[in-house]
T-cell receptor, first 111, second 115 residues
Framework: EPEVTQTPSHQVTQMGQEVILRCVPI?????FYWYRQILGQKVEFLVS????????KSEIFDDQFSVERPDGSNFTLKIRSTKLEDSAMYFC?????????FGPGTRLTVT | AQKITQTQPGMFVQEKEAVTLDCTYD???????LFWYKQPSSGEMIFLIY??????QNATEGRYSLNFQKARKSANLVISASQLGDSAMYFC????????????FGKGNQVVVIP
């Protein structure tokens, strides 16, 4: 199975701080996604990214969030000023053919 | 918009037995894709199986098979010969007609395999 990697695996931050979550997707794939999963809840779509542009975003993805592909390989999700309710597992995903593969996730804890 | 419904309570299954996890869906897209993922306690989301809405046959992948009933809008996952390592949350998800559309997830089914 193709491998999507994410760093860090766990991040603890104080409310109001900026965090950057990183993903290295499967090479040569053009569509990237970020999802989040609040503890005990279902996985929710945040944003999809294609050809260095946002192609779709959910209502969760407000002005506090941004995505970039700064160096052509890494794919980042930035939260500018974290809130307690941003505490969740954040997954990066990539599509290969019909299948969508998820990275191992970053567990973000906002205190 | 797509909607996925998983309503079963947590399930206990005897090792080596088969288990069926229910998933129903709703969509207005003429074609779509259905997915199942496994989430063990470690938290990662592991892709298990995919079914396209126009696929003629039900998808199978090792011990996993998808019982796709299009008219009933159901896509149940069958795990045969359960193993202790199958204990996890299982999520059903669907994607709209474009291959690169985002996934919409159900709330998941908890499965515990007992020896």
């Amino acid at each position: 199975e193709p491998e999507v990697t994410q760093t860090p695996s766990h991040q603890v931050t104080q409310m109001g701080q900026e965090v950057i979550l990183r993903c290295v997707p499967i090479s040569n794939h053009l569509y990237f996604y970020w999802y989040r999963q609040i503890l005990g809840q279902k996985v929710e779509f945040l944003v999809s990214f294609y050809n260095n542009e946002i192609s779709e975003k959910s209502e969760i993805f407000d002005d506090q969030f941004s995505v970039e592909r700064p160096d052509g390989s890494n794919f980042t999700l930035k939260i500018r000023s974290t809130k307690l309710e941003d505490s969740a597992m954040y997954f990066c995903a990539n599509t290969r053919g019909n299948e969508q593969y998820f990275g191992p996730g970053t567990r973000l804890t906002v205190t | 918009a797509q909607k996925i419904t998983q309503t079963q309570p947590g399930m206990f299954v005897q090792e080596k037995e088969a288990v069926t996890l229910d998933c129903t869906y709703d969509t207005s897209d003429p074609s779509y894709g259905l997915f199942w993922y496994k989430q063990p306690s470690s938290g990662e989301m592991i892709f298990l199986i995919y079914q396209g809405s126009y696929d003629q046959q039900n998808a199978t992948e090792g011990r996993y098979s998808l019982n796709f009933q299009k008219a009933r809008k159901s896509a149940n996952l069958v795990i045969s010969a359960s193993q202790l390592g199958d204990s996890a949350m299982y999520f059903c998800a669907m994607r709209g007609h474009l291959r690169n559309n985002r996934l919409a997830f159900g709330k998941g089914n908890q499965v515990v395999v007992i020896p």
